[in-house]
């Protein structure tokens, strides 16, 4: 029986898409879009979680060796497209099943 993440707070966030993708690793790989850019333009960035190490990938801001349950906290500020700071967003979500997870923000 699968469990579903469950979102413990969101302040601007547009939408959210949180997946389980594999079962070989313990990992969560974190994405936030904005203007169809992938983690460009994120101001203040504050991530954290109840388990696992950060670390970049790529792009993407991904913990590895998380034990589950697990709960991540982020809070950011995303630039608008003239450049200038918009409100600050937050998101909070916790996972309960051992695996690989993709978390993709939107605003």
């Known amino acids: 029986?699968?469990?579903t993440?469950?979102?413990l707070?969101?302040?601007g966030v547009d939408r959210n898409y949180i997946k389980r993708i594999g079962s070989t690793e313990n990992r969560i790989w974190i994405d936030i879009s904005q203007n169809?850019?992938?983690n460009k333009?994120?101001?203040n960035l504050n991530i954290s979680s109840t388990s696992g190490i950060e670390?970049?990938?790529?792009?993407?801001?991904v913990f590895?060796?998380?034990i589950f349950p697990v709960i991540v906290r982020m809070k950011y500020t995303p630039r608008?497209?003239?450049h200038f700071a918009a409100g600050d967003v937050s998101f909070e979500f916790e996972l309960f099943e051992a695996g690989d997870w993709t978390v993709e923000l939107f605003n």
């Open 1 to 3: 029986m699968s469990i």
């Open 5 to 7: 993440p469950k979102i």
């Open 9 to 11: 707070y969101s302040v």
């Open 36 to 38: 169809d850019s992938r």
């Open 41 to 43: 333009g994120i101001l």
């Open 55 to 61: 670390a970049r990938i790529g792009e993407s801001i």
């Open 64 to 66: 590895t060796e998380v």
């Open 80 to 82: 608008v497209k003239t």
